[in-house]
């Protein structure tokens, strides 16, 4: 059975920094795609981030872009979110996916 975990979310002021993080269970993210969703009350859930399998590469929002870092380790079988320079609009629910698969989410806000 797959399971994602999220964690790492919490307050944080405009300009700081967190890093989020997804346990999996279940699979092997070393091998397989992995998301970073983010979903603020009345909207749909925003795709921010792209993990492909083995390192092919990442792809991002425009709004996150040169600010967000996905990464994985292999041996925690966890996937990050790095998020540098957080603003107000930053603030959101965040998930890890893959697939059909989603985590329950850690909330993220951006506030003095």
């Known amino acids: 059975q797959v399971q994602l975990v999220e964690s790492g979310g919490g307050l944080v002021q405009p300009g700081g920094s967190l890093r989020l993080s997804c346990a999996v269970s279940?699979?092997?993210?070393?091998?397989?795609?992995m998301d970073w969703y983010r979903q603020t009350p009345g909207k749909e859930r925003e795709l921010i981030a792209t993990?492909?399998?083995?390192?092919?590469?990442?792809n991002y929002a425009h709004s996150v872009k040169g600010r967000f870092t996905v990464s994985r380790d292999n041996d925690k079988n966890t996937v990050y979110l790095d998020m540098n320079n957080l603003k107000s609009e930053d603030t959101a629910v965040y998930y890890c996916?893959?697939?059909?698969?989603w985590g329950q989410g850690t909330r993220v806000t951006v506030s003095s």
């Open positions: 279940g699979l092997a993210v070393s091998s397989n795609l």
């Open positions: 996916r893959h697939f059909s698969y």
């Open positions: 993990l492909t399998s083995y390192n092919i590469g990442t």
